[in-house]
């Protein structure tokens, strides 16, 4: 509110008069009062001045805030808006921005008058129509007036004040009419007000290019060099003048043009980019610097500067000096009394946890980080600190931090007890080497947090333990004596119902755990489970009287209870009926058709991720693994619903794990269908075979395949653009998932799986631009030498990408035998018009197939002298073209698949290690022996293989990466 000296003095005695009444309803009448008094004013014959009008209007204005209905006085409001004296005007651009709907009439003659004033010669009248359009702008606005603000934005005339307005004035109008604000005139004349003089244009300038960056990327790639060029300026300046914010040169600005670095990929120019690593290594090396003073402010800009800087850094992913700098600040903060400290570095340090460079340096934290777990008071920080122990998981170190987790989980804040299980979940599955083990951890986490335990959780362990013929009977054992403590979660209940029922007869043996006892066991627990409970139980009892024909009476004793036949549930009735019937009636060998054991699951994505990504509020990124195993979360697309799985088994859910932006659905038949019982009452009917080509048609170079589902697989040669994907090499040795192509246009990530001789990519295309990529089609091709070597089926693709949308592709892998060449996808589009036509190579190697595997140093050199013939090796010697660091050295060969043997070679500075190619058909023995000379910089790498032809193939892999 305006001033209420001496020339308005009638406003002040008015809002003393209200603050002064004794009740609601002495003010209400005085204010109806006012009123009264100012309509008369308004509709009188007399004509008001200036003056008047804005005295008026400022006390409707103060009524209307008191929460009282005005419905006039908006056109004297108007009014204002012409007059020449700032404090007129300026009082009939507040009474608009808070009491003017844009449906009112009036509102025509608003946006004339701002045009009048954009128009005007007056820097202060164009501030406050800019200031006017960015509170109430409308798309109608943006229309009629955005033509003018790019103009006052981009005049060298304009004062530095004006231009600033202009700037977020712009920001709001593209955000209310984007198609307007993008075309190549306009981006060039903004990209230049980078370099401006003037600081504060600047800062605003760089906020309206980040968002014009998220609608067309290509148009203004431009600004990367303006930008690290006054970044370099600021952060080299030690004196700004007006801009220095306790001794920290304009830390609001640097952080604007740290993020929007981030909006590219890292610069191609060799000068642009050390000029930037120059300013990220200076902000780095200040971060360490005493304090130049004690107040918070400087140490929150300082900080704000660093964590922008290293969240550049991990965006580039490219550095590993910086990398590992930026974690070892990180640390230090670890142990900060400050709560937001501690927070920004555990979601910082979770970030670099998925990075081949940094995740090392990442782990040396691992006991300050489990501490925090323990006594950390915030919750929000314990949450980050079981993010980041999630990330950094690997096999060496699952069975600690997964202890850890558990511990934790008992203590652990009731809002976070559901995602944390989910995490413990996958990681358990994700590393387990002894599924013994695994089953351990999921029992304990239904004994710790049973009410919190996801149905995906006891689906997945009894998928597992169907698959898996050596923990079978551990796994009846352990639920048998789980079932038998005195508090028994209902989750246990359906677990041991499902196990007992498969897999009871492992254990039958010991009288302690006999047929009558498991089932007694089972049938205690009868009356307190919910109906979905009863159904599994009641099909338990089915399958044990296959698995014990001699407690066939006592099992039909319970099922012929009126209890169940006459119960109000209808499903408890029929399966009860059915169920008696069925063992009254069926032979013994009948029986035991209809009830034989469940044939093993196909082995698919575990649907526990997509319940931890709608869970979590944060995107944590699965890390890469030198093993292999490794997944990730990227943003994404819809789900892809899970398919309806027999009703006798836990549904094995195929969920796309990568673009899961919620769990699975309500409706889904995973959830809400498994009323069936666990073990099958008949054996499941195979589908109709589908229509698919012929290996023939599909790897001899026939005609296309005819199935419009499956994407084009040719055998032949196609040039492929190497430059493309600069970063391919990092996929040889430990990384499965990244970036495989990324342009203005579009951006093409993978993630990938590997399981015995079969492998599974999930291609994802993401559309970057403002338009639909339309015509969308993909090729896969093989090469002609590799064709009986390699099998590919692809699921085909929509043929629209909207703006701004991904879809995921399905491509599954079978190594018939060893192959060598990279196989290759042709992805073709149109967008605006323009045909895209491009060629990259798929992170497919044959080396993704290969699992290490460990033997002694007697072993390992009597197999290495009995692989002796000239085409069971290869030796290569060769420049290092990295860092020769004996622990990086190590990760990329155990990332590459073979498993590193310590203390074989009598060199210690050799490495020697041992793996097997598993394909279709055979298996692969292969032995390494690397030997680094730091002096001159080189390698000798020997390879031999039971397969010929193989060492060679290895070699060349390896040796790229090294």
Known sequence: MPRTGDSMRGLAVFIADIRNCKSREQEKKRINKELANIRSKFKGDKQLDGYQKKKYVCKLLFIFLLGNDVDFGHMEAVDLLA?????????????????????????????????????????????????????????????????????????????????????????????LKSDKFIHAELSSRLIALLSDQHLGVVTSACSLIQALVTANTAEYKGCVSLAVSRLSRIVSSTDLKDYMYYFIAAPWLSVKLLRLLQSYSQPTDSAVYERLKESLETILNRATDPPKSKKIQHTNAKNAVLFEAINLIIHYDSDAALMVRSCNLLGGFLNSKETNLRYLALESLTKLAVSDFSRKAVMKHQETVVQALKNERDLSVRQRAVDLLYAMCDRDQAEEIVGELLAYLEKADYSIREELVLKIAILAEKFAQDYKWYVDVVLNLIRIAGDYIADEVWYRVTQIVINRDDIQAYAAKTVFEALQAPTCHENMVKVGAYILGEFGNLIAGDERSGPIVQFKLLHSMFHLCSNQTKYILLSTYIKLINLFPEIKGDIEEVLGNDNQLRNSDAEIQQRAMEYTKLSQIASSDLLATVLEEMPQFTERESSLLAKLKKKSNTLVKEKDTADGDNTSTQNGSSPVIEERAPPSRPPPPDVNLV????????????????????????????????????????????????????????????????????????FICSRNNGILFENEIIQIGVKSEFTGFEGKLQVFYGNKSPLPLQGFNTTLYISPKDQPSLRLEGQKVSQLISAGAQIPQTIKATAVSAFGETPLIQISFSAAGTAHNMVLRLPLLVNKFCKGTGMGAQDFFMRWKNLNLPAQECQKVFKAGKPMDNDLVKGKVQGFGFQVLDGVDPKPDNLVGA????????????????????????????????????PELLVNLLSQDL
């Open 659 to 730: 673009e899961l932006e919620s769990g699975t659905p309500e409706d889904s038949p995973v959830l809400n269908n498994y009323s069936a019982p666990p073990a099958a009452t008949a054996p499941p009917e195979p589908a109709a075979p589908a229509a698919e080509p012929s290996l023939l048609d599909m790897f001899g170079g026939a005609p296309p395949a005819t199935d419009p589902t499956k994407v084009q697989v040719v055998t032949g040669l196609i040039e492929c653009n190497e430059a493309a994907q600069p970063n391919f090499k990092a």
């Open 915 to 950: 793996g097997i190619i598993v394909c279709e058909g055979s298996q692969i023995g292969c032995l390494l022996r690397l030997e680094p000379s730091k002096p001159a910089q080189m390698y000798r790498m020997t390879v031999r293989s039971s397969r010929e032809g193989v």
């Open 83 to 175: 007059s020449n004296k700032y404090t007129e005007k300026q009082i009939g651009y507040l009474f608009i921005s808070v009491m003017m709907h844009h449906s009112n009439d009036l509102y025509k003659l608003v946006i004339q008058a701002i045009k009048n004033d954009l128009s005007s010669k007056d820097p202060v009248h164009i501030c406050l129509a800019l200031t006017c359009i960015a509170n109430i702008g409308t798309p109608e606005m943006a229309e009629e007036i955005g033509d003018e603000v790019p103009k006052i934005l981009t005049s060298p005339d304009t004062l530095h004040g004006v231009k600033k307005c202009a700037a977020l004035c712009l920001l709001r109008l593209f955000e």
